[in-house]
């Protein structure tokens, strides 16, 4: 589903914004680090501190409410010519175990060297199952500066 240049132009960006609304439309944004395999994007919960409760983090909430999600990774720059992204709206499910789960972990800490050292295994992945990519802009990649 993904072109050969949106999936390159992924594959660069480093973190992109997950997008969930609650049963009321209530939209909720946070940025994450994301892998992508096949037909779907994946964000792992990890150890970084929040805010300690007993509750679940709202995005999780908000996808036991509201299965609709999107995605969207970006790049900005004063050169208005390099602007791009990419979005991707689906359906997420929340894995809790299993070989999904562990191939999406193991995927992330490939891409990630800060989730090599943390304990993710007990923790969920969201697994965003895309069915529409839109994409704007110059999504040639380029190399840092």
């Known amino acids: ?11 660069a960006q480093r973190v992109g914004r997950l997008a969930t609304a609650d049963a009321r439309g209530n939209p909720h944004v946070v940025p994450g680090c994301f892998a992508i395999d096949g037909g779907a994007l994946y964000v792992t919960i990890d150890e970084k501190p929040k805010r300690p409760s007993a509750r679940p983090l709202k995005r999780l909430r908000n996808m036991m409410e509201n299965p609709s999600a999107a995605f969207v990774a ?11 992204w990419v979005m991707l709206r689906g359906r997420v499910e929340i894995l809790s175990g299993g070989p999904e789960h562990d191939n999406a972990q193991a995927l992330l800490r490939e891409r990630y060297s800060q989730y090599r050292t943390m ?14 990519v839109t994409a704007w802009g110059n999504l040639a990649v380029r190399p840092l500066r």
């Open 119 to 132: 304990q993710l295994a007990e923790l969920p992945v969201i697994a965003l199952r895309f069915d529409r």
């Open 74 to 84: 970006d790049r900005y720059d004063e050169d208005w010519r390099q602007l791009g």
């Open 1 to 11: 589903m993904l072109s050969d240049d949106q999936a390159a132009f992924l594959s």
